[in-house]
């Protein structure tokens, strides 16, 4: 079946500008994840949802970020007014709510704010 | 709050011989699960192994196993007869009961021929 999508792959912004990162999990999971990955580094914890529960959003790292997922399914990260630490790949994930299920990844948004 | 630590930036390792990546993490929480992934320089992040917090036994995935030792709250993964191919980035993760998964800093590791 299909994997996670998430578009656009790629992503150039003009410094200050918003953006909205979309994030399509797979039929089925219930568990959506956001993470940040600066070239070289690990992976950044921004955000979880994770059924009707309240999302975990301990990981966004300003309130310049938020995210929300609709039905239960499509996720969209927005970012304003951005900024040039903002650039680094956006990898969206999605699982199964069983503790074993592990992450399926997307291929990710390389943002680049100039 | 949990803590995944790894603390080799960069491995070598020479091919056809075993190397251990080490994981060490923390957590109060007396279930939880570990996950190993591989993202080679294409970007993808592939699903290696996973071993749960009650799991008597070591868990073992082809070329992969994890040594897990639980007092020391570390699980190790041990790729066994490295091929080229395993030259990537390798991250440890935890989950804590069913919540968000969280991951360490990675190991780059080098497969000579």
């Known amino acids: 079946g299909a994997g996670v999508s998430q578009s656009p792959s790629n992503k150039v912004t003009e410094k200050g500008k918003d953006v909205e990162l979309r994030c399509d999990p797979i039929?089925?999971?219930?568990?959506l994840y956001w993470y940040r990955q600066s070239l070289g580094q690990g992976l950044e914890f921004l955000i979880y949802?994770?059924?009707?529960?309240?999302?975990?959003k301990s990981g966004l790292p300003s309130d310049r970020f938020s995210a929300e997922r609709t039905g239960g399914s499509v996720s969209t990260l927005t970012i304003q007014r951005t900024q040039q630490e903002d650039s680094a790949v956006y990898l969206c994930?999605?699982?199964?709510?069983?503790?074993?299920?592990?992450?399926?990844f997307g291929n990710g948004t390389r943002l680049t704010v100039t | 709050a949990q803590k995944i630590t790894q603390t080799q930036p960069g491995m070598f390792v020479q091919e056809k011989e075993a190397v251990t990546l080490d994981c060490t993490y923390d957590?109060?929480?007396?279930?939880?699960?570990l996950f190993w992934y591989k993202q080679p320089s294409s970007g993808e992040m592939i699903f290696l192994i996973y071993?749960?917090?009650?799991?008597?036994q070591n868990a073992t995935e082809g070329r992969y196993s994890l040594n897990f030792q639980k007092a020391r709250k570390s699980a190790n993964l041990v790729i066994s007869a490295s091929q080229l191919g395993d030259s990537a980035m390798y991250f440890c993760?935890?989950?804590?009961?069913?919540?968000?998964?969280?991951f360490g800093a990675g190991t780059r590791l080098t497969v000579k021929p």
């Open positions: 994930a999605s699982s199964l709510r069983t503790e074993n299920s592990p992450l399926h």
């Open positions: 039929s089925g999971h219930t568990a």
């Open positions: 949802f994770q059924g009707n529960s309240a999302p975990d």
């Open positions: 957590t109060s929480d007396p279930s939880y699960g």
């Open positions: 071993q749960g917090s009650y799991d008597q």
């Open positions: 993760a935890m989950r804590e009961g069913t919540g968000d998964m969280r």
